[in-house]
């Protein structure tokens, strides 16, 4: 059995400035690619109801690693008051295996019932959803999987030019290492357009298809 454990954790010492205010609606897609093969999408959707930001994660993979295939479904519901995260709501399929997570704000602090995790967490946490930019600020991160509490270190690599749907756009190089390993890459307003990491000997990479301008940013 060849386990894609952790694509959701692990899809960034320099520090990015971003935006503060309410994130800014708009809808990325990436393609998915497994040793420049595709795999699977990765779709993030940010609308906005009233005073409340509303973000939607669908992530489907389907492949294999040589005689072994491997499907895997991820869903991901968030919804933020101005830059706190008020709720998660997550479901998490690698072939048979199921792992979920929800938080709760509550005063303070994220309620945090998942399959491994359940109680309190500091309210100023992020999770593991690569779309906002100041999750390369993180040194914990909460698997958006199960809810585990994942201690990471992110430094700056670097400026790389990343074609995003015909189009050269210059982007910040983020490497986060430790209980996630991944590199992540985002362009100068905090827009995320790239990411790559191992999982089992395997390479991933997310190729952007949609443009920079129609995308969501915190």
């Not at 609308?47 to 869903?75: C, E, Q, W």
């Not at 509490?149 to 490497?175: E, F, M, P, Q, W």
């Amino acid at each position: 059995h060849v386990s894609l454990t952790g694509l959701t954790g692990l899809m960034a010492a320099g520090r990015m400035v971003a935006p503060v205010e309410a994130a800014t609606p708009g809808r990325t897609e990436f393609e998915i690619l497994m040793n420049g093969k595709p795999v699977g999408r990765h779709i993030v959707t940010v609308s906005k109801n009233a005073d409340t930001t509303l973000v939607r994660v669908a992530i489907d993979m389907a492949g294999r690693v040589g005689p072994i295939s491997f499907t895997y479904r991820h869903r991901c519901e968030e919804a933020w008051k101005g830059d706190q995260l008020a709720s998660l709501n997550c479901t998490d399929q690698e072939n048979r295996s199921v792992k979920t997570v929800t938080a709760n704000r509550k005063g303070n602090a994220l309620e945090v019932n998942g399959t491994g995790f359940k109680g309190n967490l500091p309210d100023s946490l992020l999770h593991s959803s690569w779309w906002r930019a100041s999750t390369i600020n993180q040194t914990n991160l909460i698997d958006s999987r199960d809810g585990k509490l994942s201690k990471v270190r992110v430094s700056r690599v670097g400026d790389d030019v990343i074609n995003v749907a015909g189009t050269n756009v210059r982007a910040g190089h983020y490497r986060m290492r430790g209980a996630v390993n991944t590199d992540l890459w985002y362009e100068a307003s905090g827009r995320w357009v790239r990411a790559a990491f191992k999982i089992a000997g395997q390479s991933f990479d997310y190729r952007k298809l949609t443009p920079v301008a129609g995308s969501p940013r915190e």
